[in-house]
């Protein structure tokens, strides 16, 4: 698999928001695309996923604060963070699914991910 690249990361205080940002590859208009975090002490989450259709899904933890999009055009997924949390301080990755429904992450496609750091 061809490895996306997340950028976008940052520091912020709680309230504070931030884009992450994924390129993908052309050939990405063939996957689902998600985005998964990792904290210290905890399991991989599974936070957003958007289909080849461009129907989204989110975890309850996120819910009504990201939004997911992509733009196949320019081989791009976004992941707009809101209302950020302390919580939600992980590196996040983005990753190619089959499709958003359970966990079919595809392994190997994700990058180094992006650190989000939510504090204050």
């Known amino acids: 698999q061809v490895q996306l690249v997340e950028s976008g990361g940052g520091s912020v205080q709680p309230g504070g928001s931030l884009r992450l940002s994924c390129a993908a590859s052309k050939f990405m208009e063939h996957f689902a695309m998600g985005w998964f975090r990792q904290a210290p002490g905890k399991q991989r989450e599974g936070i957003s996923c958007?289909?080849?259709?461009?129907?989204?899904d989110y975890a309850d933890s996120v819910k009504d604060r990201f939004t997911i999009s992509r733009d196949n055009d320019k081989k791009m997924v976004y992941l707009q963070m809101n209302n950020l949390k302390p919580e939600d301080t992980a590196v996040y990755y983005c990753?190619?699914?089959?499709?958003?429904?359970?966990?079919?992450?595809?392994?190997?496609?994700w990058g180094q991910g992006t650190q989000v750091t939510v504090s204050s």
């Open positions: 958007i289909s080849r259709d461009g129907e989204t």
């Open positions: 990753a190619r699914k089959v499709v958003c429904l359970g966990s079919s992450w595809i392994e190997g496609s």
